[in-house]
């Protein structure tokens, strides 16, 4: 069993999220604003005040958690509650590793032309959604993409280690690999519980829902046990609960793409039970010739486009906020600007090459500037 590191204080501070990955040196999002202590007992509940954990393994990246709670025993009963289903959803969605009695996402792949894999519901639920995001947004996150994206992870990991000559994958290779990514391959059945992948060297990919969705229900784990106010970040995939305990609502920042910047954030918003997730090219890649590839992978290309620095999507579900935020990413500004338009209460900003932003109608309504 892999142990997540924790660690825990209280009271008033800042909640920092650092990501801890060579090049990924800045998160996407950080909380900004100081955490206040609650106004006194309503309704009969004794005042509560904000403590705070934070994780640094599951999911490869680090997972800061404040929860507004009535003293230290009541949050270490919510914070026992979210390590559990951290861990849990993290060996399930894992396709790096296996897990003695749990038949996960790597399972499933190293069965791929073989078998069904008996899956629990909460694999079956991710993977419905994820299908049913790849018809949202015309294919634009697609998680049955793996045997292209393990290519990538390859030359990047090696680029990032040890290897003095990074290389960038042929259009050869990556073509090879392409052949395997049909979303038709994919069978899902409910009452068996299983989940196969038709094609034998086909591979799944979650790894661009699995953090927000992870995120999410994590956060409608924590409502349904009681929990009021709190703010969550998986790796930059914020989810709030409520407000603050003061009812004012989170004041999260927008990073800014440009880490040597002088202002760390390019927007400021105010959130109240929304979410925000930023997909960029500043959070992992690597360097050839001068050329930076970052990991957010076009489909349709099969390399990393570059037509922004960063695209944040504002979005009540997290688990959509994450998918959108890669498929937005992955489009042309029209057809991104056209799908945000299209659903509800959801917003996005766009960071350009240049520095430059745009922004759906309602994002500003957001913001300090908007209120």
Known sequence: MQEGVRRRRNGRGLMFLKCWRMLAVAAAVLALSGIVAGCGAVGGRKKQKPFDVQYLTYFDTVTSITIYAEDEEQFAKWEQLVHSELERYHQ????YHSYEGVNNIKVINDHAGMSPVEVSEDILDLLEFSLKEYELTKGGVHVGMGSVLSIWHDYREMALGESKFPMVP?????????????????????????????????????GAVAKGYTAQRLADTLRKSGVT????????????????????????????????????YVQVVDLADMCLVTSGTYQRFYEVDGKRYHHIINPELLMPWNEYQSVTILSPDSGEADALSTAVFNM???DGLSLIESLDKTEALWILPDGSQIESSGFRAYTEEGR
Not at 92 to 95: C, G, K, N, S, V
Not at 237 to 263: H, M, S, Y
């Open 92 to 95: 399930l969605y894992d396709i």
């Open 170 to 206: 042929s259009m050869d290779e990556l073509e090879s690999a392409a052949k395997h990514m049909n979303i038709q391959d994919i069978h899902l059945d409910r009452q068996a519980g299983t989940v196969f992948l038709a094609d034998p060297e086909m591979r799944l990919d979650v």
């Open 229 to 264: 106010n709190a703010l969550l970040s998986l790796g930059g995939n914020v989810v709030t609960i409520g407000a603050r305990g003061d009812g004012k609502p989170w004041r999260v920042g927008i990073q800014n793409p440009d880490l040597g910047a002088e202002n760390p």
């Open 332 to 334: 042309k500004l029209e």
